[in-house]
């Protein structure tokens, strides 16, 4: 059986007025289920080192396990950052790097790579879907770029208003 890939649509890509483009592969040989993607406003509080982005991503999918894991990847507008420089939060514990290729530790980043001048692209390897945060370690990318600055201003006012965007769709175990 093949891995069955899931994209949640954004019109554009990822952009300054949209930072955060998520994509999820379920593995072969998970059970059948809904997947849920859902970018809304946060509701994690960040260590005190960080600050999260105006943005928090829920996945809801069937679970993968440590050696068959699910695979999230985050596509983010970080202009003038380097890929070391954009870490990721489950819930709101920091995730390190994979140590083999499996979800070893779980979760863990597979790898962090720019794509274009503004995006870096986040992989990352879990048994369990939850809420992701990506933050913005102080003011960091604020200041990086002004852009990115009211960007993220001007999402955080329409995630307050309630706007969330959410992508919904149905995977079934394919007939063996």
Do not use: Y
């Given at each position: 059986?093949?891995?069955?890939?899931?994209?949640?649509?954004?019109?554009?890509?990822?952009?300054?007025?949209?930072?955060?483009?998520?994509?999820?592969?379920?593995?072969?040989?998970?059970?059948?289920?809904?997947?849920?993607?859902?970018?809304?406003?946060?509701?994690e509080?960040?260590?005190?080192?960080?600050?999260?982005?105006?943005?928090?991503?829920?996945?809801t999918?069937?679970?993968?396990?440590?050696?068959?894991?699910?695979?999230?990847?985050?596509?983010?507008?970080?202009?003038?950052?380097?890929?070391?420089?954009?870490?990721?939060?489950?819930?709101?514990?920091?995730?390190?790097?994979?140590?083999?290729?499996?979800?070893n530790?779980?979760?863990?980043?597979?790898?962090?790579?720019?794509?274009?001048?503004?995006?870096?692209?986040?992989?990352?390897?879990?048994?369990?879907?939850?809420?992701?945060?990506?933050?913005?370690?102080?003011?960091?990318?604020?200041?990086?770029?002004?852009?990115?600055?009211?960007?993220?201003?001007?999402?955080?006012?329409?995630?307050?208003?309630?706007?969330?965007?959410?992508?919904?769709?149905?995977?079934?175990?394919?007939?063996?």
């Amino acid at each position: 059986m093949k891995s069955t890939e899931v994209l949640a649509f954004q019109l554009g890509g990822v952009s300054a007025h949209d930072g955060v483009e998520t994509t999820v592969t379920v593995p072969a040989g998970t059970a059948g289920g809904m997947v849920v993607i859902t970018e809304g406003p946060i509701t994690e509080t960040p260590p005190s080192d960080f600050s999260f982005r105006g943005q928090q991503v829920d996945i809801t999918t069937p679970a993968g396990t440590v050696g068959n894991p699910l695979v999230f990847t985050f596509s983010l507008f970080a202009p003038g950052m380097a890929p070391s420089g954009v870490e990721i939060f489950k819930t709101t514990v920091l995730v390190g790097p994979c140590v083999d290729a499996s979800a070893n530790p779980d979760p863990c980043v597979e790898s962090r790579t720019k794509q274009g001048a503004d995006n870096i692209v986040n992989v990352v390897r879990t048994s369990t879907a939850s809420p992701w945060n990506l933050p913005e370690p102080g003011l960091l990318l604020q200041l990086a770029s002004g852009l990115l600055g009211l960007a993220l201003l001007d999402k955080r006012r329409r995630r307050a208003k309630g706007n969330a965007r959410e992508f919904r769709t149905s995977l079934r175990s394919p007939a063996r």
